[in-house]
């Protein structure tokens, strides 16, 4: 363990003095193809994932590759259940876990978790401006039902919004994906920095 978290500080430090260009530019690519298409392609994930296993060998050598594996992995799971209840595709799991495989399986968590709140924010956001007022009251009925139901029963409720519901149209959430995982790589840079042992 001690060994592992050796590496993963390794993994760390050498990705903000030399990788975090790469991820930011993935960021960018995946919120501009998610926005024009409304989809994210496999060629970019795939390419990224395979990217960051390379930089993180490069970086901190076998244990950067498993740093990125592990990383992958967390990033993948973390968004599974989502995927399952049907809240986001295919191309948003996969970009997540690409992330990971940059950052490692803590900043995959991190990452995870402002992305989460990105996209909350920009989905209230998006329902305020159109004035959709009743969609906003139902979302949190809606989605506890759906998150009880996949955790109790392993499936999602069958429970669908009106057709003309506005909360049916797909949000890009390459683009929640790209401010969270960039605000998330701010917060590491500043805890890394003024970390007692960095100094």
């Given at each position: 363990?001690?060994?592992?978290?050796?590496?993963?500080?390794?993994?760390?430090?050498?990705?903000?003095?030399?990788?975090?260009?790469?991820?930011?530019?993935?960021?960018?690519?995946?919120?501009?193809?998610?926005?024009?298409?409304?989809?994210?392609?496999?060629?970019?994930?795939?390419?990224?994932?395979?990217?960051?296993?390379?930089?993180?060998?490069?970086?901190?050598?076998?244990?950067?590759?498993?740093?990125?594996?592990?990383?992958?992995?967390?990033?993948?799971?973390?968004?599974?259940?989502?995927?399952?209840?049907?809240?986001?595709?295919?191309?948003?799991?996969?970009?997540?876990?690409?992330?990971?495989?940059?950052?490692?399986?803590?900043?995959?968590?991190?990452?995870?978790?402002w992305t989460l709140i990105a996209g909350a924010i920009c989905a209230l956001i998006v329902l305020i401006v159109r004035r959709q007022h009743s969609a906003l009251a139902a979302l949190p009925r809606r989605w506890m039902w759906h998150l009880f139901s996949v955790y109790s029963t392993g499936q999602p409720a069958p429970v669908a919004a009106e057709s003309d519901d506005p909360t049916r149209r797909r949000f890009p959430y390459g683009l929640a994906i790209a401010c969270g995982t960039a605000f998330s790589l701010l917060w590491r840079h500043r805890e890394q920095r003024y970390r007692p042992d960095a100094r």
């Open positions: 363990m001690s060994q592992l978290n050796r590496s993963g500080g390794l993994v760390v430090a050498a990705f903000f003095a030399s990788s975090a260009i790469y991820v930011l530019a993935f960021l960018a690519a995946v919120a501009l193809a998610d926005i024009g298409t409304h989809r994210i392609p496999n060629l970019l994930t795939v390419s990224a994932a395979s990217l960051g296993v390379v930089l993180n060998f490069r970086n901190a050598g076998g244990h950067g590759v498993l740093m990125s594996a592990a990383g992958l992995i967390t990033g993948l799971a973390v968004f599974l259940p989502f995927y399952f209840a049907k809240g986001f595709g295919a191309g948003d799991v996969k970009a997540m876990g690409a992330v990971g495989a940059f950052v490692g399986p803590c900043g995959a968590l991190l990452a995870a978790a």
